[in-house]
């Protein structure tokens, strides 16, 4: 039965970025998802992208970790810049490699026209990638730095409901579960002698044979927590006692205050400059505002 421990969960050093309140991080989070959204400068977008990464500096984060960022980050980033640059679709374009010529026999008829690389596509999945992979390095380094328990309890102190944070923080729990036993299961069918990145049938096989035993034991682990849930009387008294009070520090309420502050000014900025872009209103006293959104933003 899976009881409060029986989901071996990672040992948290006790550092700067641990010691925030799990109510400031989320909100930390949610303001900097709305600043990398609202971004499409390049250099600016570069600069929130180090920022983030620099918490994986001050949460002293194990090799291991740091080693499975960096695997996913190169994924995101190259993926994105070299899907960008190949199928960029907006005007004007700068072709400065041609994989497929538009006269190529069969080939240039079926990619309607040639298949090549465009310089402003590179921009835009540079762009595109660093967006990603902040909102990305944030979310794993709060997942990495936060107890699943404070997680839970910093989504009911923003007055979250007590089954929806608990169901979003049991989905977060089960996924490093979920892919250790996708590994496993590789392993299994390694030993078997198949071989996963064999294309053809061999591969379609190796998919459902690691797709069959994964989802059972997912509708096991399921079955266990609903019964260990159900005789810990969930939700039976809506008064709970278990979870600590919070309470946010002076560096706390400076550090959420400075983020939600940068996210709103970024957004309006974004806002007002989108609207003097699009025709749909412009002043002359919000020339600062123009050339600031127009220039780092």
């Known amino acids: 039965m899976i009881g409060a ?60 970790k740091i080693k499975t960022l960096v695997i996913l980050l190169v994924l995101l980033i190259w993926g994105t810049i070299y899907s960008q640059a190949l199928f960029y679709s907006q005007l004007p374009r700068t072709v400065i490699f041609t994989i497929i010529r538009p006269e190529f026999p069969i080939l240039g008829w079926l990619t309607g026209g040639g298949l ?77 002698g198949f071989n996963p990145t064999k294309f053809g049938s061999g591969i379609i096989k190796t998919l459902l044979n690691i797709l069959t035993p994964t989802l059972a034991n997912c509708v096991r682990r399921t079955g266990t927590l609903a019964i260990s849930i159900q005789s810990r009387a969930f939700r039976a008294n809506p008064d709970r006692t278990s979870l ?3 309470e946010f520090s002076d560096i706390d309420k400076i550090v959420v205050a400075v983020c939600v502050f940068t996210a709103i000014s970024v957004v309006i900025m974004k806002l007002i400059y989108n609207m003097y872009t699009s025709g749909i209103y412009y002043t002359s006293g919000l020339r600062p505002v123009y050339a600031i959104a127009g220039g780092y933003l």
Not at 5 to 33: F, G, Q, Y
């Open 5 to 64: 421990r029986s989901i071996a969960e990672p040992t948290i050093k006790d550092t700067v970025i641990n010691r925030i309140d799990p109510r400031a991080k989320i909100l930390i989070l949610i303001s900097i998802v709305f600043v990398a959204v609202s971004l499409d400068n390049q250099k600016t977008m570069f600069l929130l992208f180090l920022t983030v990464l620099s918490g994986f500096v001050l949460a002293k984060m194990p090799a291991i």
């Open 116 to 192: 090549f690389v465009y310089e402003e596509g590179f921009h835009h999945g540079a762009v595109q990638g660093l967006r990603s992979a902040s909102i990305l390095s944030l979310g794993l380094l709060m997942c990495w730095t936060t107890d699943s328990r404070d997680m839970l309890n910093g989504l009911v102190g923003l007055r979250v409901p007590y089954s929806v944070a608990f169901m979003v923080i049991t989905a977060v729990r089960f996924l490093p579960i979920i892919i250790t036993e996708v590994a496993t299961v590789i392993t299994v069918q390694r030993l078997r």
């Open 244 to 246: 600590k009070k919070l």
